[in-house]
């Protein structure tokens, strides 16, 4: 089973601010298996990034990743208020699909 | 437009039993693999069942195999999970996902999640 280790698990930042987010994976995996979810209070998960550095369709240029191997980054250039939230990755190659535990993006 | 709809939870007593229901629409349900995912209150996600387009292939996270059953009816574009032997530890939001492709196998929708409280 590949476990996902985020970090930090709570980042506070002002809007205007970029944050980085990162994903350690305990094993190198395909980032073509690498996916990156936000998920606001109260609602369901919404796909960000696929591929490790893809975005999902409607998916604002301010964010995006970038990795290999294990370590893995979701980066949003210049936070927006609708960006605090909690972000999970996840691996998807193969059974057990695992998620990282989340990291809470703030407002400081 | 592409939707997910969960339906079953409820509160219920450890060692009780519980079925629940995806009901899709919007896509064409049979082409689709599909998950049940769960998150227990405060908590992460944990991905509980997969099970492929034509239920031939489904796998099992280790924390629910031989008490959760997981199927689908294709004819009715539904998905169902079957909960059994139910503990303390399986309350949470159960959220059906849809893999967006064999290969590219994210999930691209989410269902809006149904609650099961395991309690006596």
């Known amino acids: 089973e590949i476990v996902l280790t985020q970090s930090p698990g709570t980042l506070s930042l002002s809007p205007g601010e970029r944050a980085t987010l990162s994903c350690r994976a305990s094993?190198?995996?395909?980032?073509?298996?690498l996916a990156w979810y936000q998920q606001k209070p109260g609602q369901a998960p919404r796909l960000l990034l696929y591929?490790?550095?893809s975005r999902a369709t409607g998916i604002p240029d301010r964010f995006s990743g970038s990795g290999s191997g294990t370590d893995f980054t979701l980066a949003v250039s210049r936070l927006e208020p609708e960006d605090f939230a909690v972000y999970y990755c996840?691996?998807?190659?193969?059974?057990?699909?695992?998620f990282g535990q989340g990291t809470k993006l703030e407002i400081k | 437009q592409v939707q997910l709809v969960e339906s079953g939870g409820g509160l219920v007593k450890p060692g009780g039993s519980l079925r629940l229901s995806c009901a899709a629409s919007?896509?064409?349900?049979?082409?689709?693999?599909m998950n049940w995912i769960r998150q227990a209150p405060g908590k992460g996600l944990e991905w509980v069942s997969y099970?492929?387009?034509?239920?031939?292939?489904?796998y099992y996270a280790d924390s629910v195999k031989g008490r959760f059953t997981i199927s689908r009816d294709n004819a009715k574009n539904s998905l169902y999970l079957q909960l059994n032997s139910l503990r303390a530890e399986d309350t949470a939001v159960y959220y059906c996902?849809?893999?967006?492709?064999?290969?590219?196998?994210?999930?691209?929708?989410w269902g809006q999640g149904t609650l099961v409280t395991v309690s006596s």
């Open positions: 996902a849809r893999e967006f492709s064999a290969w590219d196998n994210y999930f691209d929708y």
């Open positions: 099970i492929s387009s034509s239920g031939s292939v489904i």
């Open positions: 996840h691996h998807h190659g193969n059974s057990p699909y695992t």
């Open positions: 919007g896509f064409t349900f049979s082409d689709y693999y």
């Open positions: 094993q190198s995996i395909n980032s073509n298996y």
């Open positions: 591929a490790a550095s």
